[in-house]
């Protein structure tokens, strides 16, 4: 009997270690995927800007991934995802342990690099909306500061299992009880980046001659195929970033995951051809607009994070079909309202990443909410639970408070302090192109240094600013 015991222990062990392996091994997978996203991000700012900042944004988002590395592993990771408790109590409210590489077991170490790869990307929102006016160390002083500071609080409170807002608290009971329905990241990773995004092109104000109507011409996107070729990559990437999020594919999770991936592509496809027919149809235009569609896909992305392992089918081609009109109208705003947003991070990121925060509190389905969090669930508005529909909103204003908050007097304080420290580059560095400015080199002929009336030898601009 003894033996026969032995056998059967042995065996449980060896199941548990190959689930273990079998989750650990998925999520570095879609932690590569997530990471792709990167490239994605920077091949579409790079053709949604004038070529002549192409190296610029390159150098910028490489630069900032970099200073978002160090920031998470010295202090960012240890805010999230680290023990809050002090003294047997939890504060709910931010982690204080699992600095540097204090952790405090080697089997978080695929959760530290996938939730750096979401930090990473959440960062970068913003780089599009600044782009071609920003200083790079202006640039990696916000990285250090987001990534270290403001986006690990608001990933505790939603993620961790102990934050106030976290449906896996370990502490939930019954139905109605549980916290705020953001599997992958609409409210801690969209909604706050567009809240960066917004603070900063309003604060940092526009690109030089932007709104002067005979310039619109000059301020078009200058390369539709990186555009096109950073949006599929970030369509790619969703499926890391989506599914992924399980952060396992053992005991159940793998149809979870399956879930999320078909969710992901029925809101992109739905949001493409909505948006790309309601511009269609817009007689000043009456035309298949590439720019649009890449974002209208890229809108019905975002829209579906929060609720991709929650929501039905049905309800992700709703998501979807609404996120298209929220972005063309919050894009067509931002021109009235004359705020320079080049990549449209804000109507994107920002307007449908609060709309698919608000909308997995209508949609999220009993059994979608079951599955996704292994609690038992009443499922949201549609299905009479108020209450979660409550806290889709409350989630969305504590989260567009805190990212204002921190983001405000941030951007303020580096747009106005003395040249040389500041975020925005200076008049004579906008005029002769940013790359040529702080990088000495022109994108359309890389490798070699610009000999152009404008380069910094011949305009004489003064390098202390970069």
Request: with cysteine; net charge neutral; glycine share 12%.
């Amino acid at each position: 009997m003894s033996s026969s015991n032995t056998t059967i222990a042995s065996l449980e062990a060896a199941i548990a270690q190959t689930h273990t392996d079998m989750d650990t091994l998925w999520v570095l997978v879609c932690t590569m995927m997530v990471f792709l996203m990167q490239t994605g991000f920077s091949f579409l700012e790079a053709g949604s800007v004038r070529s002549t900042s192409v190296v610029n944004i390159l150098t910028k988002n490489l630069l900032g991934t970099c200073m978002v590395t160090i920031a998470w592993w010295i202090l960012g990771y240890g805010l999230a995802f680290g023990d809050d408790t002090t003294s047997g109590t939890r504060n709910g409210f931010i982690g204080n342990a699992d600095f540097v590489t204090a952790w405090s077991s080697y089997k978080s170490w695929h959760i530290w690099v996938f939730e750096w790869a979401f930090v990473a990307d959440t960062t970068t929102i913003l780089s599009g909306a600044i782009s071609e006016r920003t200083t790079t160390h202006g640039y990696l002083i916000y990285a250090a500061i987001f990534a270290g500071w403001i986006y690990p609080v608001v990933a505790h409170w939603f993620w961790s299992t102990s934050g106030w807002l976290s449906p896996l608290k370990k502490d939930i009971e019954g139905p109605g009880s549980l916290g705020v329905i953001d599997f992958a990241g609409c409210a801690v990773v969209h909604l706050l980046g567009g809240v960066a995004s917004l603070c900063g092109a309003v604060i940092m104000g526009p690109r030089k001659g932007r709104w002067v109507k005979k310039n619109e011409n000059y301020f078009k996107p200058h390369n539709i195929p990186f555009q096109f070729l950073g949006t599929l990559l970030l369509f790619l990437g969703w499926f890391g970033f989506n599914p992924g999020s399980t952060t396992a594919i053992s005991n159940g999770m793998s149809i979870v995951a399956a879930k999320a991936t078909v969710n992901t592509v029925l809101a992109a496809a739905s949001a493409g051809l909505t948006g790309a027919f309601i511009r269609l149809c817009i007689p000043k235009f009456l035309v298949w607009d590439a720019g649009n569609l890449q974002n209208c896909v890229l809108a019905g992305l975002v829209a579906v994070t929060a609720g991709c392992a929650t929501v039905e089918p049905w309800g992700a081609v709703c998501i979807g079909i609404i996120a298209a009109p929220i972005y063309i109208g919050l894009s067509f705003l931002l021109r009235k309202l004359k705020i320079d947003d080049p990549l449209d991070a804000v109507p994107v990121h920002g307007g449908c990443g609060l709309w698919g925060l608000i909308a997995a509190g209508i949609f999220s389905s009993p059994r979608g909410v079951s599955a996704a969090y292994n609690v038992v669930s009443t499922g949201s508005l549609f299905w009479g639970n108020g209450e979660q529909f409550g806290m889709q909103f409350l989630g969305a204003v504590v989260v567009i408070a805190w990212g204002a908050a921190w983001c405000i007097p941030l951007f303020i304080i580096m747009r106005f302090i003395p040249r040389g420290f500041g975020f925005r580059i200076s008049e004579k560095q906008e005029k002769a192109g940013i790359d040529v400015a702080l990088h000495d080199v022109d994108g359309t002929n890389i490798g070699s240094l610009t000999l152009s009336p404008f380069s910094i030898s011949n305009a004489k601009i003064d390098k202390s600013t970069t």
